[in-house]
C-alpha cells in the first residue's frame, strides 16, 4: 500500500500515533565541522516498564521484587548481558548487537520531573520540556530547531517537503517548520471514496476534514509512494500487524531522515505500552512490543544506509511502571524507567545509571524505581553535542527551568 492511500481513522486522528514530524534544515555549525547529524525521537505512549526491559540481574533484590517475573541470564528464555549487573529483554536482539558494537546506549533510572501519573500530564511534561503540564503549546525539540534558526546556525538549503499529519504531537508543535506524515496499515480507499469521505468531514469534523485534504494532498505530490513499499497485503492483526506497523513507519521514516536534501531531525509515536495485565517477561506483551521496537530501531539502522553513522536515535516514554508485578500480571504507573539510545554517532556500549536499589525503602512510594537520572539532561547532552544547540538556550528556551540540570556529557562520539 501506497503512502498516497493512506485514510486516517478518526481514532488516529486524535491520537496521533505513529507521525513523523521532520523538519528540513541542516545544522550549519555541525556541517562546518565536517558533520551531517541526523536525529530522529521515538516516544513510546503509555509508559515503559524500565525493569522488564533491562532487568538488574545483579542486584540482589531483584528476583525477590519480581519473582517467577524477573528476567535472568539462565532462564528459560536467557535474558541478554549488556554488562556485569544489567540484562537486556531477549525480545531485542538487534539492539543488543548495536550496544556490543559500541552504537547503542541505555539509560537506566531516569525519568522527567514528573511524579504523577496521569498519561496526558506526564506526556506532556515528556514532550513540552517543561517541569509542569500545560505550561506551553510547543514542544522541545521544535524550540531548539527555533533556536538553531534564529542564531544562524543552520542551512537554509534542503526540502521543505511535504507533509501530513492529523494531529502534531507537543514534541515538535511550535514555530519552527515542520512537516509530518501518517503512515498506517490499511487497506487502499479508491479516489471516489476518499472524495466522499472528505465531503461527509467538511460538513461534520473540520479537523478530520483537513487531514484528509492534507494526505490527499501529499499523494498528488507524487514519489511520497517511494517513502512506503507498495504492499497489498496486511499482516494479520495482532503483534505481526504491530510489527509491520513499527518497521514501516520507522523505516519510512529513516528514509526520508538519509535524503541528502530531506530532514535532519524527525519524530515517531509508538502507542500500546500501558501494560497493566498480562505485561509478562521474556515472553508476553511487553516481550512482543519490545521485539517490535528492536524491529523499528533495525529499520531504522538499514534505512538510513551511510547516513547511520551521524544519527542518533533516542527512544523515550513519559514514565515508568510499578517495580512489582500486580494481581493481573502487569505493572501500573510508576516513575522511573529506561531510555534507549541507539545510532552510529553514538559512543555507546554502556549502561547510564546512578541505581538507586531495589529494597522497599529506596523505592519511590515504596512502589516505583526511584529515578536518578533527569531525562532532560540526556537529552540536552544530545541536542547540545549532536546538533550544537547552545546550552544556554537549553536552559532558558528550550528546557526552561532546568539551569540545575547538567547536561550529561560525553554521548556521542
Partial sequence: MGLHHHLPSRREALLGAGTLFAWSQMPRLARAEGRDPRLLVIVLRGALDGLGAVAPVGDPDWITLRGDRALVLDGKTPALPLDSFFALNPAMPQLHRLYKAQQATIVHATATPYRDRSHFDGQDVLESGFARPGSVDSGWLNRALLALASDGRVDPRGSRALGVGAV???????????????????????????ARLLDLYRHTDAKLAAALEARIRLAALGGAGSVMADDAQLPPPGIARVRAYFTDAAGSAARLLAKADGP???ALGFVGWDTHINEGAAMGQLANLLGALDGALAAVETNMGEAWRETVVAVVTEFGRTARINGTNGTDHGQGTVAFLAGGALRGGRVVADWPGLKTAQLYEGRDLNPTTDLRAVLKGLLRDHLRVDERVLATKVFPDSADVTPTAGLVG
Avoid: E, F, Y
Fill in 264 to 266: 535532519r531531525v524527525g
Fill in 168 to 194: 502534531t504531537p507537543l514534541v515538535v508543535r511550535g514555530q519552527a517548520q515542520v512537516m509530518s506524515w501518517v503512515p498506517q496499515q490499511l487497506l487502499a480507499a479508491s479516489d471516489d471514496t476518499q
